[in-house]
């Protein structure tokens, strides 16, 4: 299945960016209650990328649906992400 242009424009974007810079990003989108489609690219790119470098993203995504309740921190020495909720 070929990607959709929006998803690949994001996903360009976040692999440049240091994990830091990718936490503000999802942090900002913390309680954002509004959604589209370029939202789902736009959300589903990021994922991607904490997954693509390995990072344990189990504490914002169930394997269906990705969790904005609460803002997160990179725990480096567990490469996870936590919710500080």
């Not at 810079?21 to 489609?37: C, Y």
């Not at 904490?50 to 020495?77: C, E, H, K, L, N």
């Given at each position: 299945?070929?990607?959709?242009?929006y998803?690949?424009?994001?996903?360009?974007?976040?692999?440049?960016?240091?994990?830091?810079?990718?936490?503000?990003?999802?942090?900002?989108?913390?309680?954002?209650?509004?959604?589209?489609?370029?939202?789902?690219?736009?959300?589903?790119?990021?994922?991607?990328?904490?997954?693509?470098?390995?990072?344990?993203?189990?504490?914002?995504?169930?394997?269906?649906?990705i969790?904005?309740?609460?803002?997160?921190?990179?725990?480096?020495?567990?490469?996870?992400?936590?919710?500080?909720?």
């Amino acid at each position: 299945m070929q990607q959709h242009i929006y998803y690949i424009k994001f996903a360009l974007r976040f692999v440049d960016m240091q994990i830091p810079e990718l936490i503000t990003v999802f942090n900002a989108q913390v309680q954002n209650r509004g959604w589209s489609s370029m939202r789902a690219y736009h959300d589903q790119a990021l994922l991607d990328e904490f997954q693509r470098r390995g990072i344990d993203t189990s504490a914002v995504y169930d394997g269906r649906a990705i969790s904005f309740a609460y803002p997160v921190r990179y725990d480096m020495t567990g490469n996870r992400l936590i919710a500080n909720g």
